[in-house]
């Protein structure tokens, strides 16, 4: 029988047992072990048939269970216990208080936004496709454990990402399973007459889009999630948020409406309803979320009187923008027609924001960009003061891939930085891994301070958990594996040989990816038979763990998972190779602790960061990767190995096959031989010397803690000064800012360095001679304190290109008629070699973030 209608029917616990519900519904417990105890404890089998649900716990207590456990004193106690250790965390100063980053010059910083379309925080809350969600959640927790004052804004996905199986052949099959809000750690907003909260945007024809916001705690950390489920909505509007990254054209496109404007609107919600303070700085995690920076001009437009151009400054001052791809086919880009059906027809639209001055901000109005297309990175930048990459070599990628968008400047002084990520210690590190730091090293000991300590650990005591956690892995696998092969057809009778599968003394390599092609999973299997005889050589074996979705729409990304699930079919190999379904963070929590090895061959250099090595590298493994993204960055030749590439090689199947030797060559002759080359006590010294070195000197760098840190010194709290130095004094610096800009930009075309003398420049210059330089500018209607004039010099190659610059500033000393101008200054050679020099012209405003923020610069 079919049910007519639904209803959920909390538990109603007793008086002494009522902090469970408080417990249950802050996600700390995922990174709380003693909460996680906790819950384990009321039913064991429960809490392991619920993946580790404490909602899932509650809901099942019976009336009789109920009472037994509020007779149970020494339950009560624990239940107390671990709800005052949360009250503990939740009020307690932290870093952001405790060393004064949460005020700085008499300000307080008391709210930042982070927008992000998916988050994971737990399996549980499946809410995430994959790493960008993954770092989110981490994120999210990091900020938490650091007292810094982040909420979250993103988007309830009622059928989430999906669930993945194989059929008999091997083809990734899709399910999405149906999720109920009222049944998961999240809380209705509601007015205060106990409505829930209505975000409504406008749409075309006269249409509208309704969401209502449940409220995820993630510690200190509230996160918003919009849900267009609403009965209000008609019925394709009630679909908008059915599936992360499902659906395409209109669907899409409303999503990150909804995440952008409606997010915005959520906030100014929850802030009215709980009394949290406003945000002053609002981070766009990639480009899905830009909406909200013309949501709020909009506001500013109609609530603060200022114009569009005021208010686009007063918007970009507090905004952080964070790219996360290096391939131009991973950024969201919608038809012009899509954005002006949307935001340009009677009653559609944002009140103050004309659609010319919108398509405007997407725009891909430079070399090499195509006028029908909207760009959401390209909108997230021009919305943005501040751009940052999430690894160092991924930050000098998206300077090259924007470049465009600041002609005239070198790739060098594109304003794109970088952060490179961490990963949430507290999430990914196993249980055991903290219990052995913690009988060596102290109770006390810290996920930060455990690193620098890690060689007062026994080694043999470390060498034996690390046995433990594969085994741990093997067990896990082993089911999911069995599942899968029942899933493909197979019969319980014909799998015996499935609990025999791998073994806990032999090296265990991970490789768990997204199906995307850069990524290349199938790059292990270009000499198949050479993969063979590293999985079956009998004194020295090698097994494989492998797993990872490709999107419902990748047809190419899911033949890749096909060849390789058919590959692990081969009798040869069977249970030396695994691929395993559905890779979730549940997976993910077995599988970087019981790897030895973590490999990842991307195509450099297209992984912007690649965090599930770092995850794997705080669990005791080495990594084996492509020097791509963060490996790039912190690989220093004794903690794990780096593949060499072939780079300049334009050939794909030339380089796949030299990059595959190169991987085969490392894995024969060094990372299998250091593994298993044991002294008299069995232990491999070599490898755990490396594992130390790993863990000790990689360890603090790839912490989510650190990550937080950067981004509130280097982006928030800038973001935060720009903010309020723009808003002051009635938008004042906002309404000056955007004079400037509209005079600069109408004057630039006439100004032109017309000539340039230098006087004591001797035929044999040496080092430490001083130069006067004189520059005549012609500025047309601006005023000489309105441009910056500069000497640039450094090394002059054969082209005459000047490389590693430096800048001297020159002064405006006479002015003549006609808008030109003199300009002065002084250098001393400090370099010797072959030298070039030239004069430029730049904007100059005390709101402006750095020289090429306008993307104007003369040149002789």
């Known amino acids: 029988m079919k049910a007519i209608r639904r209803l959920h029917v909390r538990t109603a616990l007793p008086e002494t047992l009522s902090p469970l519900h408080d417990l249950a519904l802050n996600l700390r417990w995922s990174w709380h072990p003693p909460t996680r105890d906790l819950f384990a404890g009321l039913d064991p089998e429960l809490w392991e048939s619920t993946g580790q649900d404490p909602v899932a716990i509650l809901s099942s207590l019976r009336s009789e269970d109920m009472e037994r456990l509020a007779a149970d004193e020494d339950f009560v106690a624990r239940v107390r216990e671990v709800h005052e250790d949360l009250q503990r965390y939740l009020s307690t100063p932290r870093w952001y208080h405790e060393h004064g980053a949460g005020e700085r010059d008499g300000r307080t910083l008391e709210a930042i936004a982070y927008f992000s379309p998916e988050f994971g925080i737990t399996s549980v809350l499946p809410q995430y496709s994959g790493g960008l969600g993954i770092l989110a959640g981490d994120h999210l927790k990091a900020a938490s454990d650091q007292g810094i004052p982040i909420v979250g804004v993103g988007l309830f996905y009622k059928s989430g990402y999906f669930a993945q199986r194989f059929n008999a052949d091997g083809w990734q099959q899709e399910s999405y399973p149906v999720l109920d809000p009222d049944d998961l750690p999240l809380s209705l907003l509601r007015e205060e007459d106990g409505a829930p909260v209505v975000i409504r945007l406008a749409m075309p024809h006269g249409g509208h889009l309704d969401a209502h916001v449940w409220r995820a705690q993630v510690g200190r950390v509230p ?491 280097s982006l928030y709290w800038p973001a935060a000064h720009a903010a309020w130095a723009v808003e002051a004094d009635g938008y004042a610096g906002a309404r000056s800012l955007a004079a400037y800009v509209d005079k600069v930009k109408a004057n630039w075309r006439h100004v032109r360095v017309d000539h340039v003398d230098a006087e004591g420049l001797a035929d044999a210059p040496q080092i430490g001679d001083e130069i006067a330089v004189h520059a005549y500018v012609a500025l047309g209607d601006l005023d000489p304190r309105e441009v910056r004039v500069q000497m640039a010099y450094g090394r002059a190659n054969a082209e005459d290109t000047i490389t590693d610059p430096e800048y001297v500033d020159l002064q405006p000393t006479q002015s003549y008629e006609e808008g030109r101008h003199r300009f002065d200054g002084r250098l001393r050679l400090a370099r010797t070699g072959a030298l070039g020099w030239t004069v430029r012209v730049l904007p100059r405003h005390e709101h402006l973030s750095s020289d090429a923020e306008l993307g104007l610069v003369t040149l002789p």
């Open 223 to 713: 996160l918003l999630l919009l849900d267009s489920d609403v009965e209000s909505n008609d019925p394709s509007r009630r679909e908008v948020t059915n599936r992360l990254y499902g659906g395409g054209g209109d669907q899409r496109l409303e999503q990150e409406m909804l995440l952008g404007i409606g997010g915005v609107r959520a906030l100014r919600a929850h802030s009215r309803i709980t009394g949290a303070p406003a945000p002053t700085v609002y981070h766009t995690n990639e480009g899905h979320a830009g909406f909200q920076g013309v949501e709020r001009i909009s506001e500013l437009v109609t609530q603060h009187g200022l114009a569009f151009d005021e208010a686009l400054q007063a918007v970009r001052a507090g905004t952080v923008f964070t790219t996360h791809t290096p391939v131009p086919a991973g950024i969201d880009r919608f038809a012009m027609e899509a954005i002006h059906a949307h935001f340009g027809g009677e009653g559609n639209g944002l009140p103050g924001v004309p659609v010319d001055r919108l398509l405007a901000l997407g725009a891909e109005d430079y070399d090499g960009g195509d006028p029908s297309r909207f760009n959401m990175a390209v909108m997230g930048m021009r919305l943005g003061q501040r751009v940052n990459g999430v690894s160092k070599l991924h930050g000098a990628v998206s300077r090259e891939m924007f470049q465009g968008l600041w002609p005239g400047f070198d790739v060098e002084e594109v304003p794109i930085g970088s952060v490179t990520n961490g990963v949430h210690a507290g999430t990914w590190v196993d249980r055991s891994l903290y219990d052995l730091a913690r009988d060596h090293l102290g109770p006390e000991v810290s996920a930060r301070s455990v690193f620098t300590r890690i060689h007062q650990v026994p080694i043999d005591a470390f060498w034996e958990t690390k046995r433990e956690l594969r085994q741990q892995l093997i067990e896990d696998a082993r089911a999911r594996f069995h599942q899968s092969l029942l899933d493909r057809g197979a019969t319980a009778a014909e799998l015996g040989w499935t609990q025999d599968i791998l073994d806990p003394d032999v090296l265990t390599i991970g490789f768990a990816r997204r199906g995307a092609t850069y990524k290349r999973l199938t790059l292990m299997l270009r000499d198949p038979e050479r993969l063979k005889k590293l999985l079956t050589d009998p004194e020295r074996p090698v097994q494989v763990v492998i797993a990872g979705k490709s999107h419902p729409a990748d047809d190419t990304g899911k033949a890749l998972i096909q060849q390789m699930v058919r590959f692990t079919d081969d009798p040869e190999v069977r249970g030396r190779i695994i691929y395993l379904p559905n890779y979730d963070i549940a997976m993910a929590q077995r599988l970087y602790p019981g790897c030895d090895v973590w490999l990842n061959n991307p195509l450099r250099p297209f992984e912007a960061c690649g965090t599930s090595g770092m995850k794997a590298a705080l669990n005791g493994a080495l990594n084996l990767s492509i020097l791509d993204g963060w490996w790039d960055e912190w690989y220093d030749g004794q903690n794990g190995w780096a593949i060499p590439t072939a780079d300049g090689v334009e050939d794909p199947e030339r380089r796949d096959d030299l990059e595959a030797s190169a991987l085969y060559e490392l894995l024969e002759k060094t990372v299998v031989p250091t593994f298993y080359d044991r002294d008299e006590q069995g232990l491999p010294q070599r490898w755990l010397e490396m594992v130390s070195h790993t863990l000790s000197t990689l360890g603090p760098k790839v912490l989510a803690d650190r990550m937080v840190r950067d981004y509130t010194e």
